[in-house]
């Protein structure tokens, strides 16, 4: 039979200060001076695509900050939350439902969407086949200091229109986890010494390591601003190098001795020293982090940073492996239950 196919899509009625279109970033451009953007926790966001039914890589919607309200203007869409927000649904009739977490559900048209305010981190949320964006240079993130990619490379806003991938009308499968994540691991954050480790002092060196950092308010997704005792550099010369190339995960230190690190849309040079970097699997912890967290530093090897990476993509392939059928939040997917329990497509048996 032949499968009849919607082209899904979702209208923002209300805020979007702080959501942006994300995916894997732009890969492989930072040699062309550009940012790699993207997730700000791939991890996560990937749970709620497969949540959602889409590869791990489709764009999806990353929020920070204010609440936001979305309206599905043409369904069904399946859609799913990561990243312990609250959501929640109303149908046409109005009537709202709380999403369970970690379980995608099936929204028809004329239904309303609430992501809750975050009074700090990040929260993701997938759409079924992706949110569809133009791409530019083989990605849909979003930049915004170079309003590059996204919706005209800026924050959502009202009015707009986002679409995703059409959804064959029979195909009303939902997913839950076994379990909330636990594939990342607790600790310091641990890091790999930086190029410009010799313009520090061994003092400043061991306080790193030693101290309690505070994030400040000033942070995005460019980078967080730590304070704590300053980091003396070797002599005044050294606290400003020739610029050389960033990577998210880089620490750099200014002259005032008070360590910046960077995030998703970091630059693609800099010209402070790097005294160290956070390992790829320690920041997604980044990604959650408010103003008065306290962070502590633990200095690892190459070969400790690739077992800690390996160790967190089988931790996290386990919990996608683990997922199950869901059923409709309030009520008995009947679909589900003819199409897995039913024989020869039999309704009833008579005697």
């Not at 630059?267 to 997604?284: E, H, S």
Request: hydrophobic share 45%.
């Amino acid at each position: 039979m032949r499968r009849e196919a919607h082209d899904g899509g979702l209208e923002v009625i209300r805020g979007g200060i702080g959501c942006t279109v994300q995916d894997a970033g732009r890969v492989g451009h930072r040699h062309e001076g550009v940012a790699l953007s993207g997730w700000l926790d791939g991890w996560m966001a990937g749970a709620a695509n497969v949540l959602a039914g889409n590869p791990p890589q489709a764009a999806c919607l990353e929020w920070r900050g204010p609440a936001l309200r979305l309206r599905v203007a043409q369904g069904p869409v399946r859609v799913a939350v990561a990243g312990g927000a609250a959501a929640w649904a109303s149908d046409a009739q109005a009537r709202p439902q709380p999403l369970p977490p970690w379980q995608s559900v099936l929204l028809e048209a004329g239904a309303v969407l609430d992501l809750a305010a975050l009074s700090g981190g990040c929260a993701w949320m997938a759409v079924s086949g992706g949110v569809q964006v133009a791409p530019l240079l083989g990605s849909r993130a979003t930049h915004l200091r170079t309003r590059m990619g996204g919706l005209d490379g800026r924050m959502l806003q009202p009015g707009d229109r986002l679409g995703c991938a059409a959804l064959a009308s029979e195909d009303r499968r939902l997913w839950c986890a076994a379990s909330a994540p636990d594939w990342l691991e607790s600790g310091p954050i641990r890091v790999l010494p930086g190029p410009q480790q010799d313009h520090f002092s061994a003092e400043a060196w061991a306080r790193l390591l030693a101290s309690a950092w505070q994030v400040t308010p000033a942070l995005d997704r460019m980078g967080l601003r730590l304070a704590g005792p300053a980091l003396a550099h070797v002599d005044a010369s050294a606290a400003d190098i020739v610029s050389d190339g960033v990577v998210p995960g880089a620490i750099q230190v200014p002259a005032d001795g008070q360590p910046i690190v960077l995030l998703a849309d970091a630059q693609t040079v800099g010209g402070y020293p790097k005294i160290a970097c956070v390992i790829r699997a320690d920041l997604p912890r980044l990604a959650q982090a408010r103003p008065g967290d306290r962070l502590d530093f633990a200095v690892v090897d190459g070969a400790g940073a690739r077992a800690a990476l390996q160790r967190l993509r089988a931790r996290w392939q386990a919990w996608c492996a683990a997922l199950r059928p869901a059923r409709p939040p309030g009520g008995i997917d009947e679909q589900a239950l003819h199409r897995d329990n039913l024989i020869s497509g039999m309704l009833r048996a008579e005697p």
